[in-house]
């Protein structure tokens, strides 16, 4: 295995896809063409390559989290729309078996998830609420704590909870209809008209 990144994103594209339990470390040695012995040479379990696989494709988003926030500085409600847009590209690639499975199967590679999505998302998301509350974008009633947990945090459960909504709709209405709709209902009037 002479490029452990490129294992690493071939590893976590066939997790997404069949789940981490059901895609095999034979499968994955079959379809890289190299043998499990290599694999075992670089790795100690398939538990560490799905924690390997899974923080590195974490780092990705984060990495794109951070460059889009860069461009978004100076509107904190577009940085949040932005956040959202990159997170449901991304989470269109998982299957639901995927996140199960890292439930049930893979705890730490799942609290690798769970923390993620605490410091990278909510941390940052609810930081940008506050920042758009102090600019006078949004409401100054609004309990942006409250508001954060409600409507923004856990979307991946939301999405994949009894039907797979990546199947019934695409990316810009769930974006639409899950993550700007609730914005424009927290936004002061002067606000809202901006979103888009």
């Known amino acids: 295995m002479e490029n452990q990144e490129e294992f690493l994103e071939f590893a976590i594209s066939k997790f997404l896809k069949f789940g981490s339990k059901r895609f095999t470390l034979d499968d994955l040695a079959h379809e890289m063409g190299i043998s499990k012995k290599t694999i075992y ?62 439930k049930k199967y893979y705890p730490v590679a799942n609290e690798l998830f769970n923390e993620f999505r605490a410091n990278v998302i909510h941390n940052r998301v609810l930081g940008l609420l506050q920042q758009a509350q102090t600019k006078g974008q949004i409401r100054q009633n609004v309990n942006l704590a409250l508001t954060s947990h409600i409507y923004l945090n856990r979307l991946e459960y939301m999405l994949f909870s009894n039907n797979n909504l990546f199947d019934q709709y695409t990316s810009s209405e769930l974006l639409e209809h899950l993550i700007i709709n609730n914005l424009r209902g927290i936004a002061t009037k002067s606000y809202v008209s901006k979103l888009s």
């Open 41 to 102: 040479r670089y790795f100690t379990s398939k538990e560490e390559i799905v924690q390997e696989s899974l923080k590195y494709l974490l780092a990705k988003v984060k990495n794109e989290i951070t460059r889009t926030l860069e461009k978004e500085k100076n509107n904190p409600i577009q940085g949040i729309i932005s956040i959202y847009r990159i997170g449901l590209n991304n989470l269109k690639k998982f299957s639901p078996s995927f996140l199960m499975g890292l």
